[in-house]
């Protein structure tokens, strides 16, 4: 069967979010990021920002020293989040199957469409623009792999279509590194090979790559040839939620460090009840000053999204791996066994009810007015510098 995949990626997703809500960033060198003398990393960079060599991860320190002219905005996730639904609810509209990869990137199967994939690529392209204002490149082939480098050649702005049968040939001059599979150590060992394209890995002799990369030999040579046969998978479920303060300098203070982890629990707590989830386990993860770092885990007693009782499993396993005189570096608190919310009833006390009910009318103050506008009480007495933001696996 004629398979027809295509897959989207968001142009500089949360640079143009930004754009949208102050126009006057629209042309001149931006970033979304973390504070430089906050240890702060460079979440997404503008276009005119890239241009001067800023790029997402990189330390903020450094993209100001590349780029003294560099603007820098706060990181908004929930407003981000918003924009990623809108977008993604007119893909799901269009295709029976979409997989979406993270906020800004999906893939689409519409291989059951009659309408040739660059042409539907093209109409989703305009409709997301013309009803969210946001760009979007595009990649169109056969498999998911060919079809993400596509959008990657495309970018930005771009749409590039690969037919059927022409996968090896439109991979065989582009650099061997945009490969999937393709690491720094695999780029450095192709390298010393004398492996610059893609198209030298696809003909390679098959016993030297067996002899190089074992196992991985063949997969890498089917890859070289535009051969994948993943199917695009409907849902991508969340494993965990997690969010992580590394301070500019460190904390030795276990009032400091539970004032942070309020925060933290806020933060994570708050993206559970965005995808309508509670988790079973609470994660604590610190790192000392020396690098050192411990995970820690406890259950909570039945699954939950409210704030309170992640706080308590997270506060009593901070307190139990504390040692006295040894610095904080980072603080992380992560929820996993995720599932859909569900309550033992008690009739003599419905309490987690209002509780439930106040913590979805802050989210909705926090979606409108910002992450900062509202925080509990004891998060205030003392709120040392931070960074760092929610993450997904």
């Known amino acids: 069967m004629r398979r027809t995949i295509l897959h989207v990626d968001l142009d500089a997703f949360f640079c143009s979010v930004e754009a949208l809500r102050d126009p006057s960033l629209a042309s001149r060198p931006f970033a979304v990021g973390g504070r430089p003398d906050q240890r702060g990393v460079i979440s997404s960079a503008s276009y005119a920002a890239r241009a001067r060599g800023v790029r997402s991860a990189m330390p903020t320190a450094q993209a100001l020293r590349l780029c003294p002219e560099l603007i ?13 639904e809108r977008v993604m609810d007119v893909l799901r509209a269009a295709a029976p199957l979409v997989e979406q990869l993270s906020i800004d990137e999906a893939f689409l199967d519409a291989s059951d469409d009659p309408c040739p994939g660059a042409e539907i ?22 498999n998911k792999l060919v079809a993400k480098i596509a959008t990657e050649v495309g970018k930005p702005d771009g749409l590039i279509a690969v037919p059927e049968g022409e996968e090896a040939g439109f991979l065989a001059p582009l650099p061997v590194q945009m490969l999937w599979g393709v690491g720094p150590k695999t780029h450095q060992v192709l390298a010393a090979e004398g492996i610059r394209t893609i198209g030298d890995l696809a003909h390679w002799p098959a016993d030297r790559l067996w002899a190089v990369f074992g196992e991985r ?24 939620l997690s969010a992580e303060r590394t301070f500019p300098r460190d904390l030795s203070s276990r009032q400091a460090l539970e004032e942070v982890l309020v925060e933290l629990v806020e933060e994570v707590a708050q993206r559970l009840r965005e995808h ?12 000392w000053s020396d690098f050192t770092t411990i995970l820690r885990q406890a259950s909570l007693p039945q699954p939950s999204s409210i704030d309170p009782e992640i706080l308590a499993v997270a506060r009593t396993l901070l307190r139990a791996n504390l040692q006295s005189g040894r610095a904080v570096r980072l603080l992380g608190v992560g929820v996993s066994g995720l599932q859909t919310p569900m309550r033992q009833l008690d009739l003599f006390d419905r309490s987690w009810e209002r509780e439930e009910r106040l913590l979805r009318a802050v989210d ?30």
């Open 72 to 84: 820098l905005v706060p990181p908004r996730h929930g407003v981000y989040g918003e924009y990623s």
């Open 121 to 142: 690529a093209a109409r989703l392209k305009a409709e997301i623009r013309q009803r969210h204002a946001l760009a979007t490149s595009w990649g169109v082939a056969s």
């Open 217 to 240: 030999g063949p997969e890498l040579a089917s890859s070289a040839l535009g051969v994948d046969s993943r199917p695009v998978v409907a849902e991508h479920q969340l494993k965990s």
């Open 276 to 287: 309508d989830l509670a988790g079973t386990t609470v994660r604590l993860k610190l790192r």
């Open 364 to 393: 909705q103050i926090r979606q409108r007015y910002g992450d900062a506008s509202v925080h509990r009480a004891s998060s205030l007495r003392r709120r040392p510098p931070q960074n760092g933001e929610a993450q997904e696996t």
